[in-house]
């Protein structure tokens, strides 16, 4: 059994200790999405945008089935925010060089700079928590994280984690 200061056994943890928990990923969410949120205010467009507009660039090029797979919405969902990304001339859709059928997907210029910023404000406030929290806390608090990951979105996550498209 790992102990902590204070005595508070990591697993044995009491329903107020996990209630504690889940407030603070609440609060952390929050403030996770509090700057990009009102980047995306002004334009009209949402956190489901803001994750497709990260996930195609971090694999440019990736399918929209990949992009289905690792957003997990529905079909109609991610083809309306595509549709809407793609005639703001944020993303731009090209047809498979193998399968004509799929369409591979690319920000353009525009959403580049759009990505950028949006990721800037969230790397600013991770990097802070990260310097506060320290490297082990850091090492734990992605431990966490990818514990409470589903299986199969564990396997997309190291996937992008080992430098996959």
Sequence with gaps: MVERSGGESLLFL??????KGIEAMFFAYRGFTADP??????LDYGRAHHRAIHFVHRS?????SNLLTT???TKQSLNRILRTLIDDGLVRSEKGKKD????????TE???ELERSLSDAQRARMRAAYRA???VAVAGFRQVLEAMMDPEMRL??????????
Excluded: M, S
Aim: aromatic residues 6%; charged residues 25%.
């Design 14 to 19: 009491t329903d107020e200790q996990l209630r």
């Design 37 to 42: 949120d009102r980047i995306l205010q002004g």
């Design 60 to 64: 440019p090029g990736t399918t929209v």
């Design 71 to 73: 957003l997990g919405v």
């Design 100 to 107: 004509a059928r799929e369409r591979h997907l690319f920000l």
């Design 110 to 112: 525009t959403g580049a």
């Design 133 to 135: 929290a320290g490297p």
């Design 156 to 165: 997309a996550y190291n996937y992008l984690k080992e430098g996959g498209a």
